[in-house]
């Protein structure tokens, strides 16, 4: 089966700096890969995803890169502002169907 | 669009007791039902798939006895907890994902936090 491997554990940066998250894949007929933000006691949200046939996706702030070959993708924020602090997991998964989540990653961003 | 709703939202029961908890897609047919399990700190795991009418299908180390799932329509599908103890205090999540809406992410519920004493 899939096995989704994500780093690092706890991430702190200042307000206004960049985080970074990443995660590797071992399946590599996975072909979608989410990230979830969680709070706490919250549901996860998902904020960003990617399908293979794509190598970067953004949204304002937010971006996702893939690297098939290397079976990796990363999360990328930039300009963190203190409401980004969360949870954040990455998935794969052969369509939609069942998710393989990262351990996740505690992001602590500090005004 | 595509809410998933969860009920109860928190749950504080004896032990031996059976906890039933509800899962409904609001404004769309679910297809494929998902529940996880998240332990503090930890991330969500899969605990079985259920499609409507079908039994569910369990991950490897959930006991189908223990952990009794029904997806009687799609729109509903529930996770019953029977004889609950201690080491199943968790925090439970459902998810799902709509039918004939072409491919969709998985939409998550908002949790079930079961505390046993």
């Known amino acids: 089966g899939e096995n989704v491997e994500q780093h690092p554990s706890t991430l702190s940066v200042q307000e206004g700096d960049s985080a970074v998250i990443k995660c590797t894949y071992s399946d590599s007929a996975s072909n979608y890969f989410p990230w979830y933000k969680q709070e706490l006691g919250k549901r996860p949200q998902l904020i960003i995803d990617i399908r293979s046939n794509v190598g970067e996706k953004k949204d304002q702030r937010i971006a996702v890169t893939l690297n098939k070959t290397a079976k990796h993708f990363s999360l990328h924020i930039t300009e963190t502002q203190p409401e980004d602090s969360a949870v954040y997991f990455c998935?794969?998964?052969?369509?939609?169907?069942?998710?393989?989540f990262g351990k996740g990653t505690m992001l602590l961003v500090s005004p | 669009g595509a809410v998933v709703s969860q009920h109860p939202s928190w749950v504080i029961c004896k032990s031996g007791t059976s906890v039933k908890i509800e899962c409904r897609s609001l404004d769309f047919q679910a297809t494929t039902m998902f529940w996880y399990r998240q332990f503090p700190k930890q991330s969500l795991m899969l605990m079985a798939t259920?499609?409507?009418?079908?039994?569910?299908?369990?991950e490897q180390g959930v006991e189908k006895d223990k952990f009794l799932i029904n997806h009687a329509s799609l729109t509903l599908s529930t996770l019953t907890v029977t004889s609950a103890h201690p080491e199943d205090s968790s925090f439970y999540i459902c998810s799902a994902t709509p039918k004939g809406m072409g491919n969709q992410p998985q939409h998550f519920g908002d949790g079930t936090r079961l505390s046993i004493l």
């Open positions: 998935a794969a998964s052969r369509g939609y169907s069942t998710l393989t």
């Open positions: 259920s499609n409507e009418g079908s039994k569910a299908t369990y």
